[in-house]
């Protein structure tokens, strides 16, 4: 239920409402990869990079195959962080 209330923040233009929220999601299911990277796409969306970066991480290594994210992207955007971080 968290996890369709951030999605609707994000659709109602509230990324903080939605970090919010994802966070809990992420505090209660640790191991749930999907929101690990919705939250760092949020982050991402706020500028917080690497806040993002280190969701994406965490998304990546809970589950490297997820079909539903788009992972090169996030690669990409770590191995750049890695070069700047």
Do not use: C
């Not at 990324?15 to 191991?31: D, I």
């Not at 760092?40 to 079909?67: I, W």
């Not at 539903?68 to 990409?76: C, L």
């Amino acid at each position: 239920m968290l996890t369709l209330q951030a999605n609707l923040k994000i659709l109602q233009g509230e990324p903080k409402a939605a970090e919010a929220l994802f966070e809990k999601v992420v505090g209660k299911t640790p191991n749930d990869a999907p929101a690990h990277l919705r939250l760092g796409l949020v982050y991402n969306l706020t500028g917080q990079l690497e806040k993002a970066l280190k969701s994406f991480r965490k998304a990546l290594e809970l589950n490297p195959m997820q079909g539903d994210a788009p992972w090169d992207w996030i690669v990409n955007a770590l191995h750049q962080g890695q070069e700047t971080g």
